[in-house]
């Protein structure tokens, strides 16, 4: 074992000994140390402080006692991000029920799937869902309760009828005085106890249920407090943008946030850039978690055209005035962002290397981890201060990474990993759950990677995305992409093979070939122009032979990465 092995295997020691709170505790500390402070807000709409929150979680917890749920029932519950939303999960936890987050972007067939396969017995729904959804599609669940007023929709037990209707009455006669913080006393987790089962959004086409216990929700938690937390202030603003069915937005954009108290603000309508960049300026968030598309759009639209000049280029050039040059368009990134970021992190999917390249040149505080669902999500992550271009961190407390490779440093090999974060397994499928964790407990991640001396991981690409050209080489087609995507009139790429060539799908710039005057010919030109150039920063053999024009966007999961089983 190499030395850098020594010390993740020693800190996975280290972690096995750590002792395991309650995560509800969490919750509930955060409760009563914040009573009066705001905590949940609708963007543009109503605010709940965490009484309210509290009041809110004993009224559901009512509403499930008294309609028979039991603790380890499933309760599923599938909406755009909202404070109800946020509520309905912090209800499910501290009564001792397991939640089951859907995704709103599936559609209606998969959360009837999901619903079924999970065995819900109540199904939780915001507005736009609750006219998407069959209830004759799922005919084991027992209610399907509306999020944003939380009234019952569809009953098929006499007792949630009479729960709902009397529901006030209930909590009344529970608390004929008034709720106060004493009575702030939920369900006291077990570490190895199932929290939650976390339906992958996946760009394979499957979903399955990722079974993840508290300890992998109390592992996440205890990373973020340690190494955010000590950055941020007291009752700080943050802005919810990725969905909280994701595990990348539950975990750090939601469960940390209201477990330390801040005031967290969701962004509860179709995300576009110009309302982002707007929630940006209006909440000034405290830290920014976004996925790389996001990042990339403020950048390529906002700052780019800016910084691109041939004035700007000669600036940059000069030594005596390139910083402060620098430093000017750093503080425009930062306003961009909301002007008070202790730092902007990115994950769910690899940042391109030009933005990339361009925000550590100016000294902007970014950062890149690594996760998956399977680890709710946290695997790897560094300060910004610790940040390396290309890589996405080294391994997180409690968690142990490594490379299988005959020479981690040079050889990409496969990511695994193994500690407090990782799932207990599939729902329901054995067969999957063998084939990503060993009898030693290593989840392997289907993620290929290498690894500095300093523990820095470096992504390559997936394993089943991995191409072989006719003389037998290893193709990663992100890093191809990763190029193109830096191109004239790309916005993005996807890089696939047909017999034994590679050819590049690219959806092109409409919006700038418009402004342009650009038809379809001229864009034909550019790309060929685009692969030319291309081919000349490639090896021979992963040459790209041709560049298809994409009409439309690629389909993508909500972490925003390329379904590339659809391509293929």
Not at 37 to 64: F, S
Not at 130 to 149: F, L
Not at 186 to 210: C, M, R
Not at 255 to 266: M, N, R
Request: proline letters at 4%; charged letters at 20%.
């Amino acid at each position: 074992m190499c030395k850098e092995h020594i010390t993740f295997a020693q800190n996975f020691r280290n972690c096995a000994m750590t002792t395991i709170g309650s995560f509800n505790s969490y919750i509930e500390r955060s409760v009563t140390e914040n009573w009066n402070l705001d905590a949940l807000t609708d963007y543009k709409g109503a605010t709940l402080q965490y009484h309210d929150v509290a009041r809110k979680i004993e009224k559901v917890h009512i509403l499930l006692e008294n309609s028979g749920v039991k603790k380890g029932d499933k309760i599923a519950m599938c909406g755009r991000n909202s404070a109800h939303w946020a509520v309905t999960f912090l209800a499910t936890l501290t009564y001792g029920a397991v939640a089951v987050p859907i995704l709103h972007e599936f559609n209606a067939e998969q959360i009837h799937n999901i619903v079924n396969h999970s065995e819900a017995k109540l199904l939780f729904v915001g507005d736009v869902v609750a006219t998407q959804i069959n209830a004759d599609a799922m005919p084991d669940i027992e209610g399907i309760v509306y999020m944003p007023d939380f009234s019952v929709s569809l009953s098929r037990s006499e007792r949630l009828t009479y729960a709902r209707e009397h529901l006030n009455e209930l909590f009344g006669l529970k608390y004929p005085k008034a709720f106060l913080k004493e009575h702030v006393n939920w369900h006291k987790d077990q570490p190895e106890e199932l929290a939650l089962i976390n339906y992958t959004s996946g760009t394979t086409g499957f979903s399955k249920g990722v079974m993840l216990p508290y300890r992998a929700l109390w592992g996440n938690l205890d990373f973020c407090f340690s190494h955010l937390g000590v950055h941020l202030g007291k009752n700080c603003d943050t802005l919810s943008i990725l969905p909280m069915a994701h595990m990348y937005g539950m975990a750090i954009e939601f469960l940390f946030p209201f477990c330390f108290g801040s005031h967290l603000y969701f962004l509860n309508r179709l995300p576009s850039p110009a309302i982002i960049a707007q929630a940006f300026s209006d909440v000034k968030p405290a830290v920014v978690i976004a996925v790389p598309l996001i990042i990339e759009k403020i950048i390529r639209k906002r700052v780019f055209p800016q910084t691109q000049s041939n004035v700007i280029k000669l600036l940059l050039q000069m030594p005596v005035v390139s910083r402060k040059v620098k430093e000017r368009i750093c503080q425009e990134v930062y306003k961009a962002m909301g002007g008070n970021a202790y730092e902007v992190v990115v994950g769910g999917a690899a940042l391109n290397q030009e933005v990339e390249q361009f925000l550590y040149n100016i000294n902007f505080p970014i950062t890149v981890g690594y996760g998956t669902t399977e680890c709710a999500p946290l695997i790897t992550f560094s300060d910004w201060h610790d940040f390396q271009p290309g890589s996405c961190g080294t391994a997180v407390a409690h968690m142990e990474v490594k490379i299988l490779s005959r020479d981690p440093q040079h050889v990409p090999g496969e990511i695994v990993t193994r500690g407090l974060n990782v799932m207990l397994g599939y729902y329901k499928n054995e067969e999957a759950t063998r084939q990503v964790l060993d009898p030693d407990g290593w989840y392997h991640t289907g993620d290929l990677g290498t690894m500095s001396a300093d523990g820095h991981v470096f992504i390559r690409g997936r394993i089943k995305n991995m191409l072989l050209s006719a003389n037998g080489q290893n193709v990663y087609p992100e890093e191809i992409e990763d190029k193109l995507n830096s191109m004239a009139m790309v916005s993005e790429s996807i890089v696939i093979q047909k017999d034994d060539k590679f050819v590049a799908l690219v959806h092109p710039d409409y919006d700038e070939a418009k402004n342009m005057g650009f038809t379809d010919q001229d864009l034909e030109h550019i790309m060929e122009q685009n692969r030319q150039e291309l081919n000349k920063q490639l090896p021979a053999y992963s040459h790209v032979a041709a560049i298809r024009l994409h009409k439309e966007e690629f389909a993508k999961t909500p972490k925003k990465s390329i379904k590339r089983y659809l391509y293929n």
